[in-house]
């Protein structure tokens, strides 16, 4: 079975997936967790390229699409497809949707092109079930203000950055309508431990119909 996790940043997504993989792994399942972009050694080096403050400024947003495209096609030739095929759990902490909602609904490049770049990197591998974390940019934004010592760091995010998350918000919303049997939404609003018994219940569930539907 293979699950993604989105959210905008700051949904504390992170977290939430290293408690649900030890969760899964204490309950017998194999479960092999990784990120985008990243998740190979070539995948972290697209990712240094890609988050390195020295090219913010240089990159196309093309150059910047087809490079997360690059890293996930190794991510899944590598790492994903072999693990479901030897019948593992795989957890990956943003996959395709991020490319969507990101490069699509954020940056405006065109959707349809960006399903085609999508599916010839990934051989047409889509999640079984992703899990949403529900939070806006404005509560995530309010919340790590107030975790951070030093708060006018987060102050110092523009409109236009707010205006690009909004975005990034309402494109997620638009592909949970279009699919809704493939996305499960949570609150991540509520502390540590009601989002992470939330995630349990829903992993526990997506499971336990999968292995029924193999018996
Ligand atoms: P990361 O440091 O992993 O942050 P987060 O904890 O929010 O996931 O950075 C990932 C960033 O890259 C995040 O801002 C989303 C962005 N991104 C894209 O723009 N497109 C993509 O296809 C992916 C996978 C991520």
New binding site residues.
């Given amino acids: 079975m293979f699950i993604s996790f989105e959210g905008v940043?700051?949904s504390g997504?992170?977290s939430q997936i290293q408690y649900a993989a030890a969760a899964l792994r204490a309950e017998g399942y194999d479960v092999l967790l990784t990120?985008?972009?990243g998740g190979t050694p070539v995948g972290d080096e697209i990712r240094a390229v890609l988050?390195d403050s020295k090219n913010s400024q240089d990159i196309h947003p093309h150059t910047e699409l087809l490079l997360?495209c690059a890293s996930r096609a190794q991510l899944v030739a590598e790492v994903i497809r072999p693990h479901l095929a030897k019948g593992g759990i795989v957890i990956s902490?943003?996959?395709a949707d991020?490319?969507l909602v990101?490069?699509g609904y954020?940056r405006g490049l065109a959707l349809d092109a960006l399903r085609h770049i999508i599916d010839f990197a990934t051989g047409g591998l889509w999640p079984d079930l992703t899990i949403f974390l529900d939070i806006t940019p404005e509560e995530a934004l309010e919340r790590r203000r107030r975790a951070s010592l030093f708060g006018d760091e987060f102050n110092r995010l523009d409109d236009m950055a707010l205006e690009f998350h909004r975005r990034v918000y309402r494109g997620y919303e638009t592909l949970i309508a279009a699919e809704p049997q493939r996305w499960h939404r949570i609150s991540a609003t509520g502390t540590q431990e009601e989002v992470k018994a939330s995630v349990l219940e829903v992993l526990r569930q997506a499971l336990v119909v999968k292995r029924a539907s193999h018996e």
């Fill in positions: 940043d700051g997504k992170t990120r985008e972009p988050f997360f902490d943003r996959f991020s490319t990101y490069q954020g």
